[in-house]
């Protein structure tokens, strides 16, 4: 007990308070303050640690008890499309991840499962889990089935389209990704996949096109060196390390030097959220051809001057534009330019710096030049590398910094590279030898 005893109360939204508390106020508040603590803290306060909302799995099944509960009132958290922000909220979403990150695809099922007669488009969350666990068969069945309830639920499209070019069935992908961005033509998702799926079919101009258009939250931070700043995940600290590393508080909180690796200073390094998304899939287009074909192919669709209004042209966001791309009998000339939007030129200009970089490291290395910035100029390189694609490389230059001194970023960042590229045991090794 607290000395002094507690007052329990409550305050809504407009300041008013209550001191009517029940047993339902502390579910919402046990789940609410879950949920937080399940979410990544904003990008630009490094001082945030979020610790594990489970000590105990006994903890985590009672949230998801209280949690599905409250089924009902998840749509009010919001979401990134409000026309299904039933299904597709920021509640199930955060469900989802926490679940797929971890690799648990059978309680994830077994948790969404029960709410599906409520609401069929949980199909999606369901969907997702057959389709990272290899059931694809299950996936295909399951989405099929909520279809024919909901044939115009953007979600349950983009899934089975998704789906589908996984398989390679691009002339069944290609007309789902289209209806997508018709029915959704401000969700950048829908807008993503028409340009993978356009990638796959070998359209790179149509890809490219259907990039652009993308209706793009400007997230952008202006220093590259923001890269360096922890997220909210903790491991296990080595023997031999200090609380904080000695060099990694010197990047953050000193003035860029001379020390500093220049690939921790490329423009690549500060992308985030949607941003980042769209400049890797500029990297498949690179990856699947050439920078050569790459810039052929915008030269050829795009025209790189402004207007007099120094308007960019970004025209992604409404439903006839949408039609006009994403179908072919209303598609424009590719020989009709286009005027290339100011975030995908400097998504442009950050990857051939990136490659740039890249290739004077490749360059370095075979003339037998070894890294100068020890640790730090490996995990800059790892860095680069897997915002490249270029996932050997990025293992090796991340273990390289590992051999050169124990480092927590490194390590991390070894780990979410296995995971990325589904190398499980590969990780669970990795693991093992940190733990042991």
């Known amino acids: 007990t607290i000395p002094g005893g507690v007052r329990a109360y409550t305050m809504d939204s407009t300041g008013r308070r209550s001191d009517h508390v029940n047993e339902d106020v502390w579910k919402r508040a046990h789940v609410s303050s879950v949920l937080r603590a399940l979410v990544r803290p904003p990008p630009h306060i490094p001082c945030l640690v979020s610790l594990s909302p489970f000590e105990t799995t006994r903890e985590e099944e009672l949230f998801l008890r209280d949690v599905a509960q409250?089924?009902?009132?998840?749509?009010?958290?919001?979401?990134?499309?409000?026309?299904?922000?039933?299904?597709?909220?920021?509640?199930?979403?955060?469900?989802?991840?926490?679940?797929?990150?971890?690799?648990?695809?059978t309680p994830l099922i077994s948790f969404f499962q029960p709410l599906l007669p409520s609401d069929p488009l949980i199909a999606t969350h369901i969907a997702r889990a057959y389709r990272c666990s290899g059931h694809k068969d299950q996936a295909f069945s399951l989405l099929a089935q909520a279809l024919e309830s909901?044939?115009?639920?953007?979600?349950?499209?983009?899934?089975?389209?998704?789906?589908?070019?996984?398989?390679?069935?691009?002339?069944?992908a290609l007309p789902l990704a289209r209806y997508c961005v018709q029915l959704g033509p401000t969700d950048p998702r829908g807008w993503f996949l028409l340009a993978q799926t356009y990638l796959a079919s070998g359209a790179l101009d149509l890809a490219l096109i259907a990039l652009n258009v993308t209706p793009m939250p400007l997230e952008l931070d202006e220093s590259p060196r923001s890269v360096l700043v922890g997220d909210k995940r903790t491991y296990?600290?080595?023997?031999?390390?200090?609380?904080?590393?000695?060099?990694?508080?010197?990047?953050?909180?000193?003035?860029?030097?001379?020390?500093?690796?220049?690939?921790?200073?490329?423009?690549?390094?500060?992308?985030?959220?949607?941003?980042?998304e769209a400049y890797s899939l500029l990297v498949s287009m690179v990856n699947a051809t050439s920078w050569d074909a790459v810039l052929d192919a915008r030269a050829t669709v795009f025209s790189l001057e402004t207007d007099g209004d120094g308007n960019e042209g970004r025209f992604g966001g409404s439903g006839e534009s949408a039609k006009e791309v994403a179908d072919d009998e209303h598609q424009q000339p590719v020989h009709c330019k286009r005027l290339c939007t100011r975030w995908l030129d400097s998504l442009f200009h950050a990857l051939y710096e990136d490659l740039t970089a890249f290739a004077s490291w490749r360059l370095s290395e075979d003339g037998g030049e070894q890294a100068k910035g020890g640790k730090r100029e490996w995990l800059a390189r790892g860095l680069l590398a897997n915002r490249l694609h270029r996932h050997e490389e990025a293992e090796m230059a991340y273990s390289s910094a590992l051999r050169e001194g124990w480092s927590q970023r490194a390590c991390r960042a070894l780990l979410d590279h296995y995971a990325q590229c589904a190398l499980h045991r590969r990780r669970f090794s990795f693991l093992v030898g940190v733990l042991t």
């Open 70 to 105: 409250l089924h009902d009132l998840w749509w009010k958290v919001g979401s990134e499309n409000p026309a299904e922000a039933k299904s597709l909220n920021r509640v199930a979403t955060v469900l989802r991840t926490h679940f797929l990150d971890s690799f648990r695809y």
């Open 150 to 172: 909901h044939p115009d639920s953007v979600c349950l499209l983009g899934e089975q389209a998704e789906l589908l070019l996984e398989e390679g069935q691009l002339e069944f």
């Open 236 to 276: 296990p600290a080595h023997p031999q390390e200090t609380f904080e590393e000695p060099e990694e508080r010197e990047v953050e909180d000193e003035p860029e030097d001379d020390d500093t690796p220049p690939q921790f200073l490329l423009p690549g390094n500060a992308l985030k959220g949607k941003l980042a």
